[in-house]
């Protein structure tokens, strides 16, 4: 036997094995995503069934207005205003400004009164259109916030009236600037609550 045969009977053995190996790694390669993807579907199903499995509670359940809570009490400053008749939307700024007023007397100005000012006037401005009167405004001053009441003798509970063009939207505003907001019945009507951290959060 030549040697050039006894090399050949070596090397091509070791090609095959090698060419074997690749064709191995190139396939474990090629399967690799389709493994992932195989797994990712497994665990969203897995996931979905679940969730399936657990209820969610309705719409209406998770609407921070839905459920009558009675606003903790304030011991502390406080003021009120009335009007025994619906009220125009011009008196709005009025309102406004004699709470600031107000504000700045119990030593809150600016950027302090500033997110109170805020809520009172959507809750003001709600109350004008979509509530009964008489209405009765009542700011409180607690040890780091200001409660702001609007009494009503409507009973409904209090609703968004979100429109299209963005306007009516003031109860999402308040939930999303009050540190605690709510609504409870009384023996007039009922009365719509936030109270306001003094000043804009940090």
């Known amino acids: 036997m030549t040697a050039h045969r006894r090399v050949a009977l ?3 053995p070791l090609v095959l094995i090698l060419v074997v190996v690749l064709a191995v790694v190139a396939a474990a390669f090629a399967a690799l995503p389709v493994a992932i993807a195989i797994a990712c579907a497994a665990f969203a199903l897995v ?3 679940r969730s399936r499995g657990k209820a969610r ?3 209406a359940e998770r609407d921070p207005w839905t459920n009558p809570s009675a606003p903790p009490p304030v011991d502390g400053l406080s003021w009120t205003t009335m009007w025994d008749t619906t009220p125009p939307p011009s008196a709005v700024p009025a309102v406004r400004g004699r709470a600031a007023a107000v504000l700045t007397e119990w030593d809150l100005r600016d950027e302090d009164a500033q997110p109170s000012l805020l809520v009172l006037t959507e809750l003001v401005t709600n109350a004008i259109e979509h509530a009964s009167p008489p209405l009765r405004v009542t700011l409180g001053l607690g040890p780091d916030f ?4 609007v009494h009503d003798a409507a009973t409904e509970r209090p609703r968004s009236h979100a429109r299209d063009d963005g306007h009516g939207r003031g109860l999402e505003i308040v939930a999303g600037v009050a540190l605690r907001h709510g609504w409870c019945r009384d023996a007039r009507g009922k009365v719509v609550w ?3 951290t003094i000043g804009w959060p940090g």
Do not use: S
Not at 146 to 149: C, D, L, Q, S, T
């Open 10 to 12: 070596v090397v091509v």
């Open 47 to 49: 996931v979905g069934l």
């Open 57 to 59: 509670p309705p719409r």
């Open 146 to 149: 200001v409660r702001i009441e």
């Open 194 to 196: 936030a109270d306001v």
